[in-house]
């Protein structure tokens, strides 16, 4: 099982990102997709879920209106678009797939949003 996320790197306030995780190693289109965030010294802190068939989308409030969560299944992939970008959104972005009975998670990718 592998997820590796990608796409991450230094942006100035107000600009956008699009995060990638690419699954590989399980049935991607049967788990439920989700992206968190974590700031060194805190806790990893839940950011966006879609549903394995992408057909229902949930966001933090600190991030609603600004990201949005996508997936391609036919592709194994999940995706971070990021706009408005915050300092306060630099943080290591992780990708995780969840079923019923099994959890997986990436190695994560830095943001840094920075002038």
């Known amino acids: 099982v592998q997820l590796v996320e990608s796409g991450g790197g230094l942006v100035q306030p107000g600009g956008s990102l699009r995060l990638s995780c690419a699954a590989s190693g399980f049935t991607f289109s049967s788990y439920a997709m989700s992206w968190y965030r974590q700031v060194p010294g805190k806790e990893r802190e839940w950011v966006a879920i879609?549903?394995?068939?992408?057909?229902?989308?949930n966001y933090a409030d600190s991030v609603k209106g600004r990201f949005t969560i996508s997936r391609d299944n036919a592709k194994n992939t999940v995706y971070l678009q990021m706009n408005s970008l915050k300092p306060e959104d630099t943080a290591v972005y992780f990708c995780n797939a969840r079923n019923r009975y099994l959890s997986y998670w990436g190695q994560g990718t830095q943001v840094t949003v920075s002038s």
């Open positions: 879609i549903t394995s068939a992408g057909g229902s989308t």
